[in-house]
């Protein structure tokens, strides 16, 4: 079967490999589909985990699949059971021997770690669990910026992430979500995922947009929006922007990868009383997103822009880079 390597910076290239076989304490997934994460394209771009590896490194993390072989020694899941991965635990597609986009999957030690993988509810088809990790992701991120129902919020960002938040928000009450992308396509997905207003910042600045959705608030001696959290999920350079007009007691959680220091003014900060925290991965949020999918909330159609078969992996990896036409890019190795 093939499975792609990153080689370095910018070289993806597809290799032959042996399907695998489970040792006594590992699981054979037949994988069913695998989605195009942003920090695949960012494996790429670096050439590894952060930079080159000297070592190919194969890609791909968020999957569903089928168990089709179960080690001796594995007791908690069986030939024929439904799931997904959380590769958090065993770093596959993240540096670790194996990737996901593949026919098949070895997940390691399944015996020692069974968190590894988690059952899909029956209700939610296959394809469906490929998004259950980029959700988790964003269920994670929106508690830690701790929005409640009757907030005013603005996501900066409506890619897969930005996108997963927004439906985390929605699930979790919240109804006045703001979402910012310079993507006309990617808008229109965020209105649809449930945004109150999506709007590209070139034509009205946030500050401004803002206030004439939230309302104006005393700021020190001035006015500024009545925005009460905000959520960066895009990489732009905002967040100087933000911590500049947000109001006092405000929260800014920041869950995207800021590729250079970003100087915040800390006097505001602490004349504001505002509260800056940040977002990584989803250290118990897999099961939450499970529940997500399995309700039936989550407009999958929006969120998902393309599906693309395993063989046609390269184009779907050079779909995934273009925002003005992707949202979240499956690869689907079954129908």
């Known amino acids: 079967m093939q499975v792609p390597f990153v080689y370095g910076p ?18 054979v997934l037949r994988v069913a589909a695998t989605g195009v994460c942003g920090s695949d394209l960012g494996f ?13 490194m194969p890609i791909g993390h968020e999957l569903s699949g089928t168990v089709i072989e179960a080690g001796s020694e594995v007791s908690t899941f069986a030939v024929g059971d439904r799931v997904i991965l959380n590769p958090l635990v065993n770093l596959v597609g993240n540096g670790g021997p194996e990737g996901g986009f593949a026919e ?6 399944v015996a020692d770690r069974p968190g590894s993988l988690l059952r899909l509810p029956d209700s939610v088809p296959l ?13 994670h991120a929106v508690k830690r910026l ?23 928000l929605r699930h979790a009450g919240v109804e006045d979500v703001v979402v910012f992308d310079l993507s006309a396509f990617r808008r229109e997905r965020a209105l649809r995922l449930g945004a109150r207003s999506a709007i590209d910042p070139r034509e009205t600045p946030a500050a401004e947009a803002l206030a004439a959705l939230h309302g104006e608030v005393p700021v020190l001696s001035g006015k500024g929006p009545g925005t009460t959290h905000f959520l960066e999920a895009s990489g732009a350079p905002i967040i100087a922007d933000i911590v500049d007009f947000a109001r006092s007691g405000a929260t800014l959680c ?16 602490m004349s504001r009383e505002l509260t800056l925290t940040g977002s990584l991965g989803y250290p118990t949020e897999l099961p939450e997103a499970i529940a997500i999918v399995e309700s039936g909330q989550v407009d999958v159609d929006a969120f998902v822009s393309h599906r693309f078969d395993g063989a046609n992996f390269m184009q779907a990896f050079e779909t995934a880079g273009q925002p003005d036409r992707a949202a979240k890019v499956l690869v689907r190795y079954e129908d």
């Open 104 to 109: 098949q999957l070895l997940v390691r030690d």
């Open 254 to 269: 920041v869950t995207s990868l800021q590729k250079k220091p970003v100087a915040v003014d800390f006097i505001r900060v």
């Open 10 to 27: 910018n070289d993806l290239r597809l290799c032959e490999v042996e399907r695998p076989r489970a040792g006594s304490r590992d699981v």
């Open 146 to 168: 701790g929005a409640r129902p009757g907030d005013k919020v603005a996501v900066f960002g409506a890619g897969p992430i930005g996108s997963a938040a927004l439906v985390a």
């Open 127 to 139: 394809e469906v669990g490929a998004i259950v990790e980029p959700l988790a992701v964003g269920v």
């Open 44 to 56: 790429v771009a670096m050439g590894g985990p952060g930079a080159p590896t000297g070592k190919p």
